[in-house]
């Protein structure tokens, strides 16, 4: 989406020297003018949380030539109170040919990118029932995908058809109607999509079925036996060929299914060899079980650089090591492996498995996966080299804006959510000072919230919980503020070295490592008022902070 290649371009420019603050900045250019179209799209109101979603059945045509496509998506859902109206979402440039209920047409209203049913009786609290909704057009074409949002209508180098949808952030309902809202994951779906003769569909979950229409096209239907968040269901179509392998993971033999362009099929099974096994190895190790062993591993060669597709995560890196052969931290360790590979397959633990419940807390999915990489890193090549990354990721951070962005508007907040969120995260295990604890923390998020959406007091209060430390304070300064606290030295008359935290948190409290020149580092836990650096020797002259894995600033008064 929009923020990663801003992130992107960020870094590209500081390496010709340029700053990051213009980039960003663009994230910010409509912050705070919020739109009603914003609140029907970002908000949960009574027809929305009046039902939730159990089953989807996509069926969608797609007509290349024409940039055109046209079927329906029947809900199956239960009611969580009486109600004789909803609000489902589809884009205003796609028409609603029919919404069906009991094999009836029912009336319908349309507001903006907000669709609202009304069904001709009581529907009652706790009942399953159903309705399908029909439509057609021409969907947005993303204009530089995956940021932009929208579907991709491109061609092969030998001029076939290249097709593929990518919409986090802009929402699922730019190609399809659903429940477009983070907070309500369907529990399975069936994803059935027809293509003309010649070509194949890739999307999420595995092919149950090929069939051969009449009219001269191919159906595929894929089913997703897990929870899956709306943006991650995908269409792929191209000229595909297929190869497999298994990983004898955690949980089993777990399926390796991988899709690319007959004319790549060599680079790709090298570049997937080298890639995809380690990383598995290292996620699994750090964050537990593939969360989609029923769903299958997949690698899907598409005309975007890549998105976190559940189960079927999107490939355009080139067969390159590197963000297409780039490395993001300038340190050397970004192009020992493959980019989109390992980061975007991260997001199966954290945005797929663990999805927030609004835009805004993006974070949850980016912060976290950000990190996965540096520990991937440690996994291949140890802690140093994963810290040494780390650290090198600070060259992006803008510290333009909170990463945490406006809730129930759907707007995600600052780009820093990327490599400062993943600065912050190793600043956490630094704390707590323990990595077999903090290795149970990783896991344990994934056990505790598998296949759930999340708030950030979900989030940041196990963290807290499990540490047996209150992070509340240090979560709160570096994902609600911009700025970063800032240790004050002083000394006293008698000479006495005294410290405190300047903060916009309230009651700032983060433990730190300090070490007076030659010694060995230790923890102090200044507050926001002045006390005594309780290390022999300190003076402002020789105290030094672990500023390796403390994204901090510091006042000598």
């Known amino acids: 989406m929009k923020i990663k290649q801003l992130y992107i ?25 919020f739109t009603h179209a914003d609140t029907l799209r970002g908000m949960l109101t009574p027809l929305r949380t009046c039902y939730d979603i159990n089953y989807y059945h996509l069926d969608v045509k ?11 998506n029947q809900f199956k859902f239960t009611a969580t109170e009486d109600f004789t109206k909803l609000q489902f979402d589809l884009f205003d440039n796609l028409k609603i040919e029919k919404v069906v209920y009991k094999g009836k047409e029912v009336p319908f209203t349309r507001d903006g990118n907000a669709a609202f049913v009304t069904f001709p009786q009581t529907i009652s609290k706790g009942s399953r029932d159903e309705f399908t909704v029909y439509y057609s057009g021409n969907p947005t074409i993303a204009k530089n995908a995956p940021w932009d949002g929208g579907v991709v209508f491109k061609k092969d180098s030998l001029g076939k058809p290249f097709v593929a949808t990518a919409c986090e952030g802009v929402g699922a309902s730019i190609w ?36 051969q229409l009449r009219d001269g096209y191919t ?26 392998d298994t990983y004898m993971g955690e949980k089993g ?14 680079k790709a099974k090298k570049q997937f060899a080298a890639n995809v096994k380690p990383m598995l190895k290292a996620f699994e190790h750090w964050f537990g079980p593939y969360p989609f062993y029923e769903d299958s591993y997949k690698l899907v060669e598409t005309p975007h650089l890549g998105m976190e597709h559940q189960s079927a995560t999107a490939y355009g890196n080139k067969y390159l090591n590197g963000y297409l052969g780039y490395d993001m931290s300038g340190t050397g360790w970004g192009t020992k492996w493959d980019y989109i590979i390992v980061h975007e397959s991260g997001h199966e633990w954290f945005g797929n498995n663990i999805t927030g419940k609004d835009l805004a807390d993006m974070w949850v999915h980016e912060s976290f996966t950000c990190y996965s990489e540096s520990l991937f890193i440690e996994d291949n090549w140890g802690k140093a080299a994963g810290q040494e990354y780390n650290f090198g990721l600070r060259k992006g951070i803008s510290n333009d804006s909170p990463i945490v962005g406006v809730y129930n508007v759907n707007k995600e ?21 323990d990595d077999e604890k903090w290795r149970d923390i990783m896991r344990g998020l994934n056990k505790t919230f598998y296949h759930q959406t999340v708030t950030y007091d979900d989030i940041t209060g196990y963290i807290s919980k499990q540490a047996g430390i209150d992070l509340s304070s240090v979560f709160d300064q570096y994902l609600h503020y911009k700025t970063l606290p800032v240790l004050e030295f002083t000394k006293t008359p008698d000479n006495r070295l005294l410290c405190r935290w300047i903060a916009e948190a309230k ?31 300190a003076t402002k002259d020789n105290i030094e902070i672990d500023t390796l894995n403390y994204y901090v600033g510091v006042l000598m008064d």
Do not use: C
């Open 253 to 266: 033999k777990l399926n390796l299914d991988y899709w690319v362009l007959p004319y790549n099929l060599e």
């Open 9 to 33: 371009a960020a870094i590209a420019l500081l390496g010709t020297g340029a700053l990051t603050q213009q980039a960003n900045a663009q994230l910010l250019e409509e912050k705070g003018k």
């Open 413 to 433: 907040g600052s780009g820093d959510m990327y490599p400062k969120g993943a600065v912050v995260l190793n600043m956490v295990r630094t704390i707590i000072n």
């Open 219 to 244: 159906r595929f239907d894929w089913f997703v036996a897990n929870p899956i968040n709306n943006y991650d269901v995908v269409a792929n179509i191209a000229d595909y060929v297929h190869f497999g």
């Open 176 to 211: 399809w109607p659903n429940k477009d809202h983070l907070a309500d994951e369907v529990d399975s779906m069936m994803i059935s999509i027809s293509v003309p003769k010649g070509l194949k569909d890739v999307s999420n979950g595995r092919l149950r079925k090929v069939t």
């Open 62 to 72: 797609f007509d290349i030539d024409k940039k055109f496509i046209s079927g329906s």
């Open 507 to 537: 009651d700032f409290k983060m433990p730190i490592r300090v070490k007076v020149k030659g010694g060995e580092f230790k923890f102090i836990t200044p507050g926001t008022g002045f006390t005594p650096v309780n290390l022999a020797g």
